[in-house]
């Protein structure tokens, strides 16, 4: 019986643990910090061998195969280990991919992932589609193909679950845009951030569809170096007619997909501004090229809502604006949430620990964070974190949603952030990270 190890026991991990489990190997889960007792519950549940704080070399490295998680740097220790002895590293995504024969639309970029993902999602939902969402966000994509069935799947991906993808291949692909930010994963070369991005398309068919941001200066010059075999959907909002995609004419955009032309206009969209407007192209001609009738692609655009928690705009007061991020209960998640943040921030974090590494946020908080508001009953980690990043006067302690979002609102100048991206989970002041979100968003309309 072949060996499979899986490194990280959070949502991709134990996804993934299951799936082995169920497709017959010998399957073992390792974790070098706390697992979450909801998940070593389910490991136990699926009778699967684990082990947390700490990882044992014996144990690994007889493994056959290695399910990398995403969060886990490539650097780590025990993944130099388990690649000096030569054993195949791969990632969820590929992994469950092997079992799974569903139509697969697959997101990535920089900005933008999690709503056109939640957008394309609701639009194969309203079409009364069998449809699975996942990734980086909803359920691991892993359990999933272990324990239900679909015959389409959503899934936002990002470039660290694409390194350790190989024979991964989406139906659909769309790479929302590409901007050079932080790149500690990747030697601190854009060019391996971008090419990692790409490997989303590496193995598509001309039947498959790429969809791509046809304004966006890197992707369009990564492009003109590669041979693609897919079909070339752009959107774009400075170019017009174009022979297959979808443009801004006006107060409406047209989406051309073969012989078909249809259209959207403005003031109809549920999500305003500029980059919704991309997401929403992005959306329209993904549902178009999944044989998606237009009253259904305008009825749904329409209706959508964003999704809550997660990188979700609250409201724009002294054009500082307010992003309810609660649904980032680990340091993965916050990381995405800074990375993504184009303008200056205050970063609002902390709650119950997990026994988070915090170094791999490192970069981000001191290119990106001008301070940080602690939002939690024990905020000790995050000081001795982060005080000799943004200074110690620039990290403050607070104990309630209403003293973190005023305090926030008195540092912020026009033109920042005020995320809350949490980073720990939130019992120690708050039932659930949605109460935490909710209690934010209330605090921030009271201001």
Aim: proline fraction near 3%; charged fraction near 25%.
């Amino acid at each position: 019986m072949a060996r499979v190890v899986v490194l990280g026991g959070a949502e991709s991990g134990v996804g993934a643990a299951v799936l082995a489990k169920v497709k017959g190997f010998d399957v073992f889960l390792s974790d070098n910090g706390a697992i979450r007792e909801d998940y070593a519950d389910m490991l136990r549940e699926w009778d699967i061998p684990f082990e947390q704080g700490g990882h044992s070399p014996a144990l690994i490295l007889d493994a056959d195969e290695v399910v990398k998680s995403p969060g886990i740097p490539s650097t780590a220790p025990m993944v130099r280990e388990i690649a000096s002895k030569g054993i195949r590293i791969i990632s969820e995504i590929e992994f469950a991919s092997r079992y799974d024969d569903a139509k697969k639309i697959c997101i990535t970029g920089s900005n933008g992932k999690t709503t056109t993902t939640s957008m394309i999602h609701y639009l194969l939902k309203e079409a009364g589609l069998n449809v699975g969402l996942g990734g980086n966000i909803g359920k691991s994509y892993a359990l999933q193909v272990a324990t239900e069935k679909h015959d389409y799947y959503v899934l936002e991906i990002s470039s660290f679950q694409l390194d350790d993808s190989y024979d991964f291949r989406p139906d659909i692909a769309i790479i929302t845009n590409i901007t050079p930010d932080h790149l500690d994963r990747y030697g601190h070369k854009m060019e391996n951030y971008v090419r990692a991005k790409f490997r989303l398309v590496r193995n598509m068919r001309p039947e498959d569809c790429f969809i791509f941001d046809s304004d966006d200066a890197i992707t369009m010059e990564h492009l003109s170096k590669i041979v693609l075999q897919a079909k070339m959907l752009p959107f774009s909002q400075e170019k017009k007619n174009l022979e297959q995609g979808a443009w801004l004419d006006g107060n409406r955009i047209v989406v051309r997909y073969e012989q078909s032309e249809s259209e959207l206009y403005l003031q109809e969209l549920a999500l305003g501004g500029r980059h919704n407007v991309y997401n929403s192209m992005a959306a329209a001609l993904a549902a178009k090229a999944s044989g998606i009738d237009d009253e259904t692609i305008r009825n749904s655009l329409r209706s959508f809502t964003p999704v809550e928690h997660r990188l979700e705009p609250v409201l724009s007061l002294r054009d500082i604006m307010f992003i309810n991020d609660s649904k980032a209960t680990n340091v993965d998640a916050a990381w995405y949430a800074l990375e993504c943040q184009t303008r200056p921030v205050v970063w609002i974090a902390g709650g119950k620990d997990k026994g988070n590494d915090y170094s791999v946020l490192n970069e981000l908080v001191s290119s990106k964070v001008k301070a940080i508001v602690c939002l939690g009953k024990d905020n000790s980690k995050l000081h001795e974190a982060f005080d000799g990043i943004v200074g110690k006067d620039r990290v403050f302690e607070t104990s309630s949603a209403e003293d973190a979002v005023k305090l926030s609102y008195s540092l912020a100048s026009p033109g920042d952030v005020v995320l809350l991206s949490p980073c720990c989970a939130s019992f120690d002041l708050f039932e659930n990270y949605e109460d935490r979100g909710r209690q934010f968003k209330n605090a921030v309309r009271q201001l």
